[in-house]
């Protein structure tokens, strides 16, 4: 993913600002980029296929780094749909909640798997020192079944219910993403998509700052206005795509 920096919009913003800090229109121009995110989600990004672990409920969102999932689109399990539930459903519907490995403990955990032969007397020839094969026991998974369910503990980290079982559950994630607060940039092809928006929006709040020989709140509301119109067409634009479809016109049928 190629990226382009925030502080690429510096040379479009000054003029409008003159004498506002370096440091400080960058600022700005990110924390711009990330209220575009969010309002237009368009900043798409299908995460990568992995295998949920056996006994294992929570995980993180594997975006790019400096990025971080403010949406999720869909979640399939094995190619079915996971339902997406806010906190408050997925409490009322499970209310037994999940524990990493049905709350066993590690000695539980790894009791059936043999030691490494790491930290001992004898000398282990063997190439790369390969560990023993890990050995699940059932009190692990007993909790477990098929999950059905997905929801969102932190911002984070996800969680799947019920506890998955030992069987092979692939996940194919589509999510909406955002520049964290420390990031230098974003993609280079979405950045370009959202310039104007970002522009605008990193302008109404520079203008409103107090105090300062650029401050005038009339150019801030000028581009409060422009700000609003941009996200909006780039949300509907997020949403369409590049598809473009053909309009048709259907009288409703009236009965006898």
Request: a negative charge.
């Amino acid at each position: 993913m190629v990226m382009r920096t925030f502080a690429s919009l510096i040379p479009k913003v000054n003029p409008v600002v003159p004498g506002c800090p370096t440091p400080t229109l960058t600022q700005y121009i990110r924390d711009a980029a990330i209220r575009v995110c969010e309002r237009t989600l368009a900043w798409r990004h299908q995460i990568p296929l992995f295998n949920l672990l056996p006994g294992v409920h929570e995980y993180p969102y594997a975006v790019p780094v400096d990025t971080q999932c403010h949406a999720v689109f869909s979640a399939l399990l094995n190619d079915s749909p996971l339902e997406i539930l806010t906190l408050e459903q997925a409490v009322e519907k499970y209310p037994k909640w999940v524990d990493l490995y049905s709350g066993e403990s590690p000695e539980t955990v790894w009791g059936l798997t043999n030691p490494t032969p790491y930290n001992t007397a004898q000398f282990n020839a063997a190439q790369y020192n390969p560990n023993e094969t890990y050995v699940l026991p059932e009190a692990v998974i007993a909790d477990g079944s098929q999950p059905r369910s997905l929801c969102q503990l932190s911002p984070n980290r996800y969680t799947v219910l019920p506890l998955p079982d030992d069987a092979t559950y692939q996940m194919r994630m589509f999510v909406a993403l955002k520049p964290t607060r420390l990031a230098s940039g974003m993609d280079d092809g979405l950045f370009d998509e959202l310039e104007d928006s970002i522009v605008h929006g990193a302008l109404q709040h520079l203008l409103l700052i107090p105090n300062s020989a650029w401050s005038d709140k009339e150019l801030a509301a000028y581009h409060a206005r422009q700000y609003l119109f941009h996200i909006t067409e780039r949300r509907a634009r997020a949403n369409i795509g590049n598809a473009r479809g053909t309009v048709r016109v259907k009288f409703p049928s009236f009965g006898a």
